[in-house]
């Protein structure tokens, strides 16, 4: 981590739109979903960076446009690999391949994410046949090896999915995402499935594998604590866009945006003695009718006279500390 | 009038399978104090749901209420042994969705889609009470507005997909609510919604349990939701309550290694990034219930051949109002 400070994702402008058709024959384009809107961050090897936000604010969406298992509409996503630095939002699919061992993710569903007619050494072992890396004995060590880091038996390879608890399937989906040494691991909501005391072993897992393996990852989940748990530095996202990005500990010990400020307020403490707040009102923007201006403004309890006309800018603030809201724009100070 | 509403003895719900009889619930107690909320806690597969069904006798083969009692004390009347009503009776009819009426977890699923918002809470007022289609109307609009659904008079005619989730859920509520039942079995009503949006349906059930004194009967995963909602829960494992207590209590001074197992496992908002203590392996099947004890496998503090051997423990009452089934709870020392 020391010797390369370089970052190994920057996404620049990052844009993710989504045309909606009419359903006559004509097929003219009747609105647009700005799923994922100017997304800018930078991330270092080793770190993991949390997004968060609630159902349809973008996080899957941007996840999916940097491992490009979509086509971005606009922007920069530079990756780093081998001492050179690739845009690949530019790349076809034959430049993509090679790269694609270098990004792998983690879904969020253990049921649906493994084919139940492949056994587990299928499974895990399929990057490997794809990329050509491995054959025979190789395969079936490198397969084996990855299972016992990931804390499942080898007798386990010859068994198919339904045999295993949701726990121990997330743990193939781990195993299959780690056999190809990937450098940048997208978890989209890796663990928010699982059982709470299940929970916890497949974070613990995570962490360790990422200090074993010199992972960085990109953490996609709603659940805070979890995101507290393991993140460096937090993305929360709202309607499409990042309204506030900061290192963990700033975030929740100053939340600056109305919004990270409400939705942190909004987790259920499980201390009887820590009264939760019900403060926000109002329902979570549709980002193919977004409000002008700001589209938190309609739910936000401090807004502006010019927050229904302008978007705010995300602007750094001491900290790395970055704020997208009127009340902090700097012409905004007095 | 009695102060228990509702109280369950020693029920046991299995369900017949190709591999067997599973008994989903194994030998449930429980009582429910009128105009209390009260939670039932426990993992996937825990049998927290069934409990809750079986109240209503919405089990369904391969599922069967293999013994136990299920009494109902309505505000007036004599106590009704639900257990022992015909499961198409009209007396059972007249409990369900009346006197005892039950949210589901999926606001998507709970609606019919093919009907309007209206005319569903309609039905379940005229199934109910003799009144006039307009009366129905009115009361169903009123209902509306008092879950906090705006324009109530206009959206009364719209169909569940032009609503947003929390204000599907609000409906359903709302279609729970309208008979005004002494008892509300909520089944994760917020496990799908959104934070903020689970923030809001959370305030809004506590808001109507005051106004209205409906007892109330939580089921969540989530013991969150469990501390600033409830009065009194149970903690539920392979379909038993290992303990029970008033909220405080039992958050702040578990006795039930599996209780404390699981409260220290929640990564807290209030905790640094470090490792988090988790409970050793997994929830075994229905069908592979260890003998004795059946946390006994994964608690830290069995005693081989004293908590895995015959029967599971029995609970017993370590303080008023709180019970513990661990053989063991003596010799732990009250952890948080």
């Given at each position: 981590m020391t010797r390369d400070q370089q970052p190994i994702l920057q996404v620049q402008d990052l844009c993710m739109h989504f045309p909606i058709y009419a359903k006559n024959f004509l097929r003219r384009q009747v609105g647009l979903v700005r799923a994922a809107d100017q997304i800018n961050f930078d991330l270092m090897p080793g770190e993991t960076l949390g997004l968060v936000g609630e159902s349809g604010c973008g996080k899957t969406t941007t996840g999916r446009a940097i491992l490009r298992a979509l086509?971005?509409?606009?922007?920069?996503?530079?990756?780093?690999?081998?001492?050179?630095?690739?845009?690949?939002?530019?790349?076809?699919?034959?430049?993509?391949?090679?790269?694609?061992?270098?990004?792998?993710?983690?879904f969020q569903d253990p049921f649906s994410s493994l084919n139940p007619r492949m056994?587990?050494?299928?499974?895990?072992?399929?990057?490997?046949?794809?990329?050509?890396?491995?054959?025979?004995?190789?395969?079936?060590?490198?397969?084996?090896d990855m299972l016992q880091r990931v804390g499942l038996k080898p007798e386990h390879r010859t068994r198919y999915p339904h045999a295993f608890s949701g726990g121990q399937r997330q743990r193939i989906g781990i195993a299959r995402a780690l056999i190809m040494r990937p450098s940048l691991v997208i978890c989209d909501e890796a663990v928010s499935a699982l059982d709470?005391?299940?929970?916890?072993?497949?974070?613990?897992?995570?962490?360790?594998?990422?200090?074993?393996?010199?992972?960085?990852?990109?953490?996609?989940?709603?659940?805070?604590?979890?995101?507290?748990?393991?993140?460096?530095?937090?993305?929360?996202?709202?309607?499409?866009?990042?309204?506030?990005?900061?290192?963990?500990?700033?975030?929740?010990?100053?939340?600056?945006?109305?919004?990270?400020?409400?939705?942190?307020?909004?987790?259920?403490?499980?201390?009887?003695?820590?009264?939760?707040?019900?403060?926000?009102?109002?329902?979570?923007?549709?980002?193919?009718?977004?409000p002008p201006g700001c589209a938190f403004h309609p739910r936000c309890p401090s807004k502006l006279p010019h927050c229904s006309q302008t978007v705010p800018e995300l602007t750094e603030f001491p900290e790395a500390h970055c704020i997208s809201c009127h009340l902090f724009s700097p012409d905004q100070a007095d | 009038m009695q102060t228990e509403v509702l109280i369950i003895e020693d029920l046991r719900v299995c369900f017949d399978t190709e591999e067997g009889t599973v008994r989903a619930v194994d030998g449930v107690s429980l009582t429910m104090q009128r105009g209390r909320i009260m939670g039932i806690v426990g993992e996937s597969g825990c049998g927290k749901s069934v409990t809750s069904y079986s109240i209503l006798q919405l089990i369904q083969t391969p599922g069967r209420i293999e013994s136990g009692s299920i009494r109902f004390y309505p505000r007036d009347g004599d106590p009704v042994e639900i257990t022992d009503l015909d499961e198409r009776s009209d007396p059972l009819f007249q409990i369900r969705?009346?006197?005892?009426?039950?949210?589901?977890?999926?606001?998507?699923?709970?609606?019919?889609?093919?009907?309007?918002?209206?005319?569903?809470?309609?039905?379940?007022?005229?199934?109910?009470?003799?009144?006039?289609?307009?009366?129905?109307?009115?009361?169903?609009?009123?209902?509306?507005?008092?879950?906090?659904?705006?324009?109530?008079?206009?959206?009364?005619?719209?169909?569940?997909?032009?609503?947003?989730?929390?204000?599907?859920?609000?409906?359903?509520?709302?279609?729970?609510?309208?008979?005004?039942?002494?008892?509300?079995?909520?089944?994760?009503?917020?496990?799908?919604?959104?934070?903020?949006?689970?923030?809001?349906?959370?305030?809004?059930?506590?808001?109507?349990?005051?106004?209205?004194g409906t007892s109330i009967l939580l089921i969540t995963h989530d013991l969150g939701v469990i501390a600033q909602l409830c009065d009194d829960v149970a903690v539920m494992y392979l379909g038993r309550i290992v303990e029970q207590a008033d909220v405080r209590t039992l958050l702040k001074a578990p006795r039930h290694p599996y209780t404390m197992g699981l409260l220290?496992?929640?990564?807290?908002?209030?905790?640094?990034?470090?490792?988090?203590?988790?409970?050793?392996?997994?929830?075994?099947?229905?069908?592979?219930?260890?003998?004795?004890?059946?946390?006994?496998?994964?608690?830290?503090?069995?005693?081989?051949?004293?908590?895995?051997?015959?029967?599971?423990?029995?609970?017993?009452?370590?303080?008023?109002?709180?019970?513990?089934?661990?053989?063991?709870?003596?010799?732990?020392?009250?952890?948080?």
């Amino acid at each position: 981590m020391t010797r390369d400070q370089q970052p190994i994702l920057q996404v620049q402008d990052l844009c993710m739109h989504f045309p909606i058709y009419a359903k006559n024959f004509l097929r003219r384009q009747v609105g647009l979903v700005r799923a994922a809107d100017q997304i800018n961050f930078d991330l270092m090897p080793g770190e993991t960076l949390g997004l968060v936000g609630e159902s349809g604010c973008g996080k899957t969406t941007t996840g999916r446009a940097i491992l490009r298992a979509l086509q971005p509409t606009s922007g920069q996503v530079l990756f780093r690999h081998d001492g050179s630095v690739i845009d690949l939002a530019q790349l076809d699919r034959k430049q993509l391949k090679p790269l694609r061992t270098q990004m792998q993710m983690i879904f969020q569903d253990p049921f649906s994410s493994l084919n139940p007619r492949m056994t587990v050494r299928d499974i895990v072992g399929e990057p490997l046949v794809i990329h050509s890396q491995a054959k025979g004995t190789e395969l079936e060590d490198r397969v084996t090896d990855m299972l016992q880091r990931v804390g499942l038996k080898p007798e386990h390879r010859t068994r198919y999915p339904h045999a295993f608890s949701g726990g121990q399937r997330q743990r193939i989906g781990i195993a299959r995402a780690l056999i190809m040494r990937p450098s940048l691991v997208i978890c989209d909501e890796a663990v928010s499935a699982l059982d709470v005391s299940v929970q916890a072993q497949v974070i613990n897992l995570l962490q360790e594998l990422q200090a074993d393996l010199g992972l960085t990852y990109i953490f996609i989940a709603h659940d805070l604590s979890v995101v507290k748990h393991i993140c460096d530095r937090i993305a929360v996202m709202y309607a499409g866009r990042i309204v506030e990005l900061a290192p963990t500990q700033t975030l929740f010990a100053s939340p600056k945006h109305p919004y990270t400020t409400a939705l942190l307020a909004s987790v259920p403490n499980p201390d009887p003695d820590q009264r939760m707040e019900y403060g926000l009102t109002g329902e979570v923007a549709d980002t193919g009718n977004l409000p002008p201006g700001c589209a938190f403004h309609p739910r936000c309890p401090s807004k502006l006279p010019h927050c229904s006309q302008t978007v705010p800018e995300l602007t750094e603030f001491p900290e790395a500390h970055c704020i997208s809201c009127h009340l902090f724009s700097p012409d905004q100070a007095d | 009038m009695q102060t228990e509403v509702l109280i369950i003895e020693d029920l046991r719900v299995c369900f017949d399978t190709e591999e067997g009889t599973v008994r989903a619930v194994d030998g449930v107690s429980l009582t429910m104090q009128r105009g209390r909320i009260m939670g039932i806690v426990g993992e996937s597969g825990c049998g927290k749901s069934v409990t809750s069904y079986s109240i209503l006798q919405l089990i369904q083969t391969p599922g069967r209420i293999e013994s136990g009692s299920i009494r109902f004390y309505p505000r007036d009347g004599d106590p009704v042994e639900i257990t022992d009503l015909d499961e198409r009776s009209d007396p059972l009819f007249q409990i369900r969705g009346g006197k005892i009426s039950m949210i589901f977890q999926e606001p998507m699923t709970a609606l019919s889609p093919v009907h309007t918002v209206g005319s569903q809470i309609c039905e379940a007022i005229r199934l109910h009470q003799d009144v006039t289609e307009e009366e129905a109307r009115q009361r169903a609009v009123q209902m509306l507005s008092q879950v906090g659904i705006p324009g109530a008079e206009q959206r009364i005619d719209q169909y569940p997909f032009e609503l947003s989730g929390g204000m599907r859920q609000r409906v359903v509520i709302a279609m729970a609510l309208v008979c005004d039942p002494e008892i509300l079995i909520a089944d994760e009503p917020t496990t799908a919604l959104d934070v903020t949006i689970q923030a809001q349906i959370m305030r809004l059930m506590k808001d109507l349990q005051r106004d209205m004194g409906t007892s109330i009967l939580l089921i969540t995963h989530d013991l969150g939701v469990i501390a600033q909602l409830c009065d009194d829960v149970a903690v539920m494992y392979l379909g038993r309550i290992v303990e029970q207590a008033d909220v405080r209590t039992l958050l702040k001074a578990p006795r039930h290694p599996y209780t404390m197992g699981l409260l220290k496992s929640l990564p807290s908002l209030a905790m640094d990034k470090e490792r988090l203590p988790s409970i050793e392996g997994s929830v075994p099947s229905l069908s592979e219930r260890p003998p004795g004890c059946p946390f006994s496998p994964r608690c830290p503090y069995a005693v081989p051949g004293q908590c895995d051997v015959a029967d599971p423990p029995p609970m017993e009452q370590v303080a008023p109002g709180h019970g513990v089934a661990c053989l063991r709870h003596a010799d732990i020392e009250d952890g948080s």
